[in-house]
């Protein structure tokens, strides 16, 4: 190695020189420091008094979060889906600290505290996973194996529907953070109502078995997730579909998966019937749109077979006069939606010698200063679908000035990153037919 005078790590606490005292280091940096032939001036330590917290850079009003994604999200991307789910809080502030990883700094404490409360959030159907931020912890510190999530235990004898043993059965599913009881310790009702901290890492339950003493038997309660993001429903774990999991599980004589959407508490002001990404009937709760956070959808309205040849359609409403999206398919189709949005209609289609097929149907967004949301969006269902894939319809942009005719030039930085998009997912310009221009 170069750069002066060679000093073998022998101890981690040995004197270097201008007297600095190396402190203790732990065991994975003594590991590989000591394959390590340290110079002296790289051995030299700087001394940091952190425990003096006026002279660190903290927050009282940070959180730090991830999103669950194998797709790396921009982090514009992730603040403009993010800030208006969040309420629009004023003074917010994003940073990245690594892939899908970021810092979000509030004005206030009130709007961190309720952000805390109010998880997990989504972008589409990807998880968000937020906690408190900690100034002493390095971003290689810091891990998200848990996420915190309000849960429904139905079904539970009254007598037992109190703080005691509400804490008891709510622990079987996680650590409890909080349990809903009145002012005298009593959670009557339908269903036993806590907040617990899941391990994302392990299938989810799908019940708590109860031994009751009283009745000398072994009972099965079941239990139901509120603002549950997307999971396999074949092994049961957060953050995918079954379409993406490593280890499918194999259906039932019903053709069903070991797990299925009854685990979603529904949502009455939002829900539809609808074939979800799992590919199984059920009825999904809220918005399944895309990563580009935008909050200005309407919702979606499911229409029934126009005549003898449509088998059905799936339409994205317009606001006022503007925008509103409308996908047809055939008897011969089986499609099942993945996301939509204001400028996408994302389907798995199942055809009838067994292929499927991602189709993505699209109008471009139409602002300049918004489309690398759109652009990061298909770079997103690319980054979660490795088979065929079809991406069709108007992208609002030109690969190069020969696709373009009027009077002003399109912008080559657009293009460009257009071209770019194309590269990143692997799609081909298949050409046209008919007329150039439109």
């Not at 998880?119 to 390095?138: C, H, T, Y």
């Not at 079904?155 to 008891?168: A, Q």
Request: aromatic fraction near 8%; glycine fraction near 8%; include cysteine.
């Amino acid at each position: 190695m170069k750069g002066g005078n060679q000093l073998p790590l022998e101890s981690p606490n040995q004197t270097v020189s201008q007297g600095v005292q190396v402190t203790p280091l732990d065991d994975n940096m003594v590991e590989m420091l000591g394959r390590l032939n340290l110079t002296s001036e790289e051995s030299d330590a700087v001394e940091v008094a952190d425990d003096i917290e006026e002279d660190l850079a903290t927050s009282d009003c940070a959180i730090i979060g991830k999103i669950l994604s194998q797709g790396v999200l921009h982090i514009q991307t992730i603040t403009s889906a993010l800030k208006p789910a969040w309420g629009n809080p004023k003074g917010l502030r994003m940073r990245t600290v690594g892939d899908n990883m970021f810092i979000a700094d509030f004005g206030s404490k009130q709007d961190k505290n309720r952000v805390l409360d109010g998880s997990p959030w989504n972008i589409g159907k990807r998880n968000v996973l937020v906690q408190e931020f900690d100034a002493s912890m390095r971003p290689s510190d810091i891990h998200f194996d848990y996420m915190s999530i309000w849960v429904r235990i139905y079904n539970i004898p009254f007598g037992l529907m109190n703080g005691k043993w509400g804490y008891v059965i709510a622990k079987k599913i996680g650590p409890v953070e909080k349990l809903e009881v009145d002012d005298q310790d009593r959670a009557w009702g339908a269903y036993l109502r806590a907040k617990v901290q899941i391990n994302i890492t392990k299938p989810l339950m799908r019940g708590v078995s109860i031994f009751s003493t009283k009745r000398q038997a072994k009972e099965w309660y079941e239990v139901r997730y509120e603002k549950l993001p997307n999971y396999c429903y074949s092994c049961g774990i957060i953050g995918y579909s079954s379409v993406e999991c490593l280890t499918p599980a194999e259906r039932d004589a019903d053709g069903l998966l070991p797990y299925s959407g009854d685990l979603r508490v529904p949502d009455d002001r939002k829900k539809r019937p609808s074939d979800d990404v799992n590919g199984q009937s059920s009825t999904t709760a809220g918005k399944s749109g895309g990563t580009s956070g935008q909050e200005s959808m309407s919702g979606a309205i499911d229409l029934r077979t126009l005549n003898n040849q449509v088998r059905s359609c799936f339409a994205v409403s317009s606001e006022g006069r503007s925008g509103g999206l409308a996908l047809f398919w055939v008897k011969e189709c089986v499609v099942s939606l993945e996301h939509y949005s204001m400028n996408i209609i994302d389907v798995l289609i199942n055809l009838e010698d067994g292929s499927v097929w991602k189709s993505t149907f699209v109008y471009g967004e139409p602002k300049t200063k918004q489309r690398y949301q759109f652009w990061d969006l298909l770079r997103f269902i690319r980054a979660h679908w490795n088979g065929p894939w079809l991406c069709a319809e108007d992208f609002n942009e030109a690969l190069s000035s020969d696709e373009h005719l009027g009077r002003t030039r399109r912008g080559e930085s657009q293009m460009k990153l257009f071209r770019e998009c194309l590269e990143n997912c692997g799609l081909l310009d298949l050409g046209f037919s008919g007329p150039k221009f439109t």
